[in-house]
Nanobody
Framework: QVQPVESGGGLVQAGGSLRLSCAAS????????MGWFRQALGKEREFVGS????????YYADSVKGRFTISRDNSKNTVYLQMNSLKPEDTAVYYC?????????????????WGQGTQVTVSA
């Protein structure tokens, strides 16, 4: 079992950058994937991107491709979401998720373990 814990949210101006961290307590073995999702007020939770522990291959939603980067530090059992060129529409609660699968899956219902979320607010 893996318990993700996010940190690093905050307030940033449009065009700025922010890095979120997700520490996975427990053991996220190479069979796991880690994902980032976000949920804006009044909207459904949406996929941002994901990464596989085994080989670091990442996948992104079209809305963040080229601006966001997911990386991992196996020694720290931590995944990062580097967010650049932030826009007001990126404002949301960002969640880290984990699952014992190596498949790419954008459906949040397919992910088992979730963090508590961290707020990211981008001002215009």
């Amino acid at each position: 079992q893996v318990q993700p814990v996010e940190s690093g949210g905050g307030l940033v101006q449009a065009g700025g950058s922010l890095r979120l961290s997700c520490a996975a307590s427990g053991r996220a073995s190479n069979s796991y994937r880690m994902g980032w999702f976000r949920q804006a007020l009044g909207k459904e939770r949406e996929f941002v991107g994901s990464i596989r522990w085994s080989d670091g291959i990442s996948y992104y939603a079209d809305s963040v491709k080229g601006r966001f980067t997911i990386s991992r530090d196996n020694s720290k059992n931590t995944v990062y979401l580097q967010m650049n060129s932030l826009k007001p529409e990126d404002t949301a609660v960002y969640y880290c998720a984990a699952d014992r699968s190596r498949a790419i899956d954008m459906n949040p219902d397919k992910w088992v373990y979730w963090g508590q979320g961290t707020q990211v607010t981008v001002s215009a």
